[in-house]
């Protein structure tokens, strides 16, 4: 018996950094050591209060549903975490606490589309964000972000894409792949477009000489994600939260009662002592973050992989790779093989990422340098000679 998929399911693409992972820890099976530069996964364990909260909360019970929007303790620190960090005031009822902030995006697009309709997306842009959109019969649709422009999003070019079905513009700041942060006005004018605008702010925290501000400084009536995830090292705990306009609370509570019942109990009180207690953590693995970018971006100079907007957040370089392969998925899946060093294909991430590859500074300092030096010997071995003269 054939069992026909739905028509999102065939939609949705593959996501190609999953891709070379999955490859790479096939070669690892077979002994091979990797350098992992292409995901962006936190090598820092979480920290301490983190755990002992979470062992806490299950030697005293608390394993069992919690209220579908989160229990109030943690949405009054969020609340509060709001208050103390960009001066605004968030009432903890417009905050639902969500299974990471892909659990938050699976309710937004659940709650704004209907078959047809179409949100904005930056292009280089987050490879999931197309298919979220996709599996609620969405239609993604794309605005140049270049780099000559430092990856700033051009609000004219915004405006000139919308139509009567777009229900949203999406930002993403700082910015997966780019690690661009888009500024205050910026925000303020895609407010005044009129249409709804959703902020992933999932790597606010993880800035380098420079705050990215918060949709909420600007209105209170856009969608603002963030999580735990980036900047507490708590990639598998999966909890995030959604912050909405007040009046669009009760259908999204309606959503994650019947799609999660609620956020994981236990992650909830792990959450919660990160707000309470990780700030000085948080603290040192930025600031090791930083010093990793700073040996990253000057090493793939070296190489002559263009880069030229530095990274201002997050923990991602864009790389220019033309010279070598405008193919990109095709060059990531060459330099595994060979270099037995992962990267991201560029063309993940968008059109106008293809030919580049993303390098993530997640990775430990010593595992930076080794990927560094494996890609300097396959560059000497290869055929890229002319390339690299200067070298």
């Known amino acids: 018996m054939t069992i026909p998929l739905s028509e999102s399911a065939r939609s949705v693409s593959p996501f190609l950094v999953m891709e070379i992972l999955e490859r790479a820890q096939e070669l690892e099976r077979a002994g091979t050591d990797i350098v992992h530069l292409e995901v962006g996964e936190p090598d820092f364990d979480c920290p301490a ?35 103390t960090r960009y001066r605004v005031e968030v009432d903890p009822g417009r905050i639902l606490v969500t299974t990471g902030s892909s659990g938050a995006l699976t309710l937004l697009m659940a709650l704004l589309l209907d078959p047809g309709d179409s949100v904005l997306l930056p292009d280089p842009g987050y490879a999931c964000y197309p298919n979220f959109i996709r599996a609620f019969h969405g239609q993604p649709v794309y605005f140049p ?16 894409q919308r139509t ?42 993880l800035e380098y000489g420079v705050r990215a501000p918060s949709l909420l ?10 999580g735990f995830s980036k900047r507490y090292a708590m990639t598998g705990w999966r ?22 019942i609620c956020a994981g109990s236990v992650a909830q009180e792990a959450a919660l002592a990160a707000l309470r207690g990780a700030e000085a953590d948080v603290g040192r693995m930025r600031a090791e973050y930083d010093r ?9 100079r070296r190489l002559n992989l263009g880069v030229a907007v530095e990274p201002r957040g997050a923990y991602y370089v ?5 010279h070598l392969d405008p193919d990109s998925r095709r060059l990531a899946h060459r330099i595994l093989e060979e270099a037995h060093v992962g990267v991201a294909p560029g063309v993940d991430f968008g059109t106008r990422a293809e030919g580049r590859l993303r390098f993530s500074f997640a990775a430990s300092a010593s ?9 300097e010997g396959w560059l000497r071995r290869m055929s890229f000679r002319p390339s690299l003269a200067g070298m």
Do not use: M
């Open 49 to 83: 209060c983190v755990t002992q909260a979470a062992e806490a909360a299950v030697r005293c019970g608390k394993t069992h549903y919690t209220h579908s929007l989160g229990n109030i303790a943690l949405r009054s620190a969020i609340s509060d975490y709001y208050r």
């Open 145 to 160: 972000v270049d780099e000559a422009d430092g990856y700033a999003y051009q609000v004219a070019e915004i405006a000139a």
């Open 164 to 205: 009567p079905r777009t229900r949203a513009v999406l930002v993403n700041s700082p910015a997966n792949p780019t690690a661009a942060i888009q500024s205050r006005e910026t925000l303020r004018s895609l407010v005044e477009l009129g249409i709804p605008v959703i902020s992933d702010e999932i790597y606010h925290g």
């Open 217 to 226: 400084e600007v209105t209170d009536r856009g969608f603002v994600l963030d």
């Open 239 to 260: 909890i995030g939260w959604l912050v909405a306009p007040g009046e669009c609370v009760p259908a999204l509570q309606r959503l994650q009662q019947n799609l999660y």
């Open 292 to 300: 990793r970018r700073l040996d990253l971006l000057d090493g793939l």
């Open 318 to 322: 864009l790389a220019d790779a033309r």
């Open 367 to 375: 595992r930076i340098a080794e990927g560094l030096d494996r890609l």
